[in-house]
C-alpha cells in the first residue's frame, strides 16, 4: 500500500499527477453517487413493497425508476472500480508473463478500454442528445428521457476518463490500481 497518495504518481509529470487526482476525485464522486442511487433504489423497492401489501396499490413509477437508478448507479460506480481494480481480470495470464509482457498487457487492454468506452460514453451523449431535441418522454410515467440518460453519459464519461488516466498511467509505469480504495476480504 503507497504510504501517501502523492505515492501513485510518482513519476509522473506534474500536470499529469495534478489530472490524475482530479481523475481519481471525480472516479470517488461518482461511487457515492451511484451508492446513493442504489440507496434510492433500495427505498423505492421496499416502499412499493408496503404500498402493495399495507395499501394494495403499486406506485406506477417504481419499476421504471428503479431501473433507471440501477443503470445510473452502475455507470457511477464502474470508474471507481475500475481504479480500485475490482473490475473482472484475465489474472491467470497476467501472471504467466514477466514485467515487461505485463505491462503491455496492461497497455494494449487500456487502450482498447478508452476506445470502447469512449465509444460508449459518446454513443450514450448523442442518444441522450436525440431524447431532449425531439422530447421524448417515458409512456408510463411521462419523464422526459433525457433526464436519466444524462446520468448514463455522467457515469460513462467518468469511466472513460478513468480509462484514458489508466492508459497513461500504464505507458509511464505507474500504479494502475489505487489499494486504498479496495474493499478488504472478511478474512483481514
Do not use: K
Amino acid at each position: 500500500m503507497p504510504a501517501s497518495p502523492d505515492d501513485l504518481y510518482r513519476g509522473a509529470p506534474a500536470p499529469l499527477a495534478a489530472l490524475f487526482r482530479g481523475i481519481d476525485a471525480l472516479a470517488r464522486l461518482g461511487g457515492y453517487l451511484g451508492a446513493a442511487c442504489l440507496f434510492g433504489l433500495t427505498l423505492l423497492i421496499l416502499a412499493e413493497i408496503a404500498s402493495r401489501n399495507v395499501l394494495g396499490r403499486d406506485i406506477r413509477v417504481a419499476w421504471e425508476y428503479s431501473s433507471y437508478l440501477m443503470g445510473a448507479g452502475f455507470m457511477f460506480g464502474a470508474a471507481v472500480t475500475l481504479r480500485a481494480g475490482g473490475h473482472i481480470r484475465v489474472a491467470l495470464l497476467l501472471s504467466n508473463v514477466g514485467p515487461a509482457g505485463r505491462r503491455a498487457l496492461e497497455i494494449a487492454s487500456a487502450a482498447a478500454g478508452t476506445a470502447l468506452t469512449a465509444f460508449l460514453a459518446n454513443s450514450l451523449f448523442w442518444f441522450t442528445i436525440r431524447a431532449f431535441e425531439r422530447g421524448q418522454t417515458s409512456p408510463a410515467s411521462d419523464t422526459a428521457l433525457w433526464i436519466p440518460q444524462s446520468l448514463l453519459v455522467a457515469g460513462a464519461a467518468m469511466l472513460a476518463l478513468q480509462m484514458a488516466a489508466r492508459l497513461a498511467q500504464a505507458i509511464l509505469g505507474l500504479q494502475l490500481e489505487d489499494p486504498r480504495l479496495q474493499v478488504s476480504a472478511l478474512s483481514e
